[in-house]
């Protein structure tokens, strides 16, 4: 397997976890990382003078035995905590190159490193946006896959007011198929999916809001009568205390921190983003660029140790289910 990585804002700390978190994984796949020159030898100097690593030239095959610089860039290495609009591009310069080698077949997955959309400016509202749209496909969705149980979000980076106003059945019934459709392609089988509920217990029939009852419940009940496995609206309390104990494999939570706070409170740093819905398997930490530890050393890895991992297992289970 062929893995991009991305090296994320070089003014933070995504070059120092990459570096720290592949030793125990360098034999596992290819691993290419896209990143200015300059900024990689200052960071492989500082967290990772045993590594082994190539410059990946034309014409050179990947091995697993080292990792393998893809230069998307030289001149003077970014100063760690040195925010500004040359870091932003070029975190965006090495996710263009990645995003293109993906998409022509010469990478099979990404693992993408922590940038600011601030620094990169110009409307750039994130990693999954920029895939999507770079990809050419329809649906998306941002999901976090911890051992125990998944959350996907019906809506990411907007107001809770904008994000419940932009809810419909239409886009629930998507999403429902999307979760449904992409988990079997990763083989599991029949996901066991629940809805959480937007209001207080799912809004007691419309006392504490109608979401609940006339756009979460239709949709559910048209998935289910195709044949999906999806339950709810659960009220959000108990949804995944239940996914937690076994009794769902993923939650659908209707915006971000409802979905993200209990992912992060049972799972801290050992849960993945992955996006749903892109032709190849795209996985990243779910943490910041954290300019102010940036170069200190301080920087704990697991959250991209854990990005690492799973993109070895969705790729291996894409792989069985494709020799299908």
């Not at 991305?6 to 990459?18: K, S």
């Not at 990946?56 to 230069?71: F, G, I, V, Y």
């Not at 392609?185 to 066991?192: D, G, I, L, V």
């Not at 140790?305 to 291996?316: I, N, P, Q, S």
């Amino acid at each position: 397997m062929k893995i991009g990585i991305t090296g994320g804002d070089p003014a933070g700390i995504g070059l120092e976890v990459v570096l720290r978190a592949l030793p125990p994984l360098l034999s596992h796949a290819e691993w290419i990382l896209y990143t200015n020159a300059s900024d990689f030898k200052q960071n492989i100097n500082r967290f990772a003078p045993e590594l082994p690593w190539a410059i990946l030239k034309d014409n050179t095959r990947a091995t697993p035995d080292r990792l393998w610089l893809q230069s998307t860039g030289d001149g003077l290495a970014t100063g760690w905590g040195d925010v500004s609009a040359q870091s932003g591009q070029r975190a965006l310069i090495a996710l263009q190159a990645a995003s293109r080698d993906a998409r022509s077949g010469d990478i099979d997955a990404i693992v993408t490193a922590p940038l600011s959309k601030a620094a990169v400016g110009n409307g750039f509202s994130g990693h999954t946006e920029f895939l999507k749209r770079d990809a050419g496909v329809q649906q998306v969705a941002m999901s976090f896959f911890t051992e125990t149980f998944k959350v996907v979000l019906a809506t990411t980076h907007l107001s809770v007011v904008d994000a419940i106003g932009s809810l419909s059945q239409a886009v629930y019934r998507n999403l429902i198929r999307l979760i449904d459709a992409e988990f079997r392609r990763f083989a599991f089988p029949r996901p066991r999916i629940a809805v959480a509920a937007v209001n207080p217990h799912a809004g007691e029939s419309g006392m504490f809001g109608t979401e609940d009852r006339d756009v979460l419940a239709p949709a559910i009940g048209d998935c289910a009568a195709e044949g999906v496995s999806v339950s709810g609206p659960i009220p959000a309390d108990s949804a995944y205390v239940r996914a937690q104990s076994g009794e769902f494999d993923v939650v659908l939570a209707p915006y971000h921190d409802q979905g993200l706070i209990p992912i992060k409170l049972i799972a801290p740093r050992s849960s993945a983003n992955v996006t749903l819905g892109l032709p190849y398997v795209r996985t990243s930490p779910d943490h910041g660029t954290a300019f102010d530890i940036a170069g200190r050393g301080l920087a704990n890895p697991g959250g991209m140790l854990t990005a690492m991992r799973w993109v070895l297992e969705l790729g291996d289970r894409l792989a069985r289910t494709n020799k299908q």
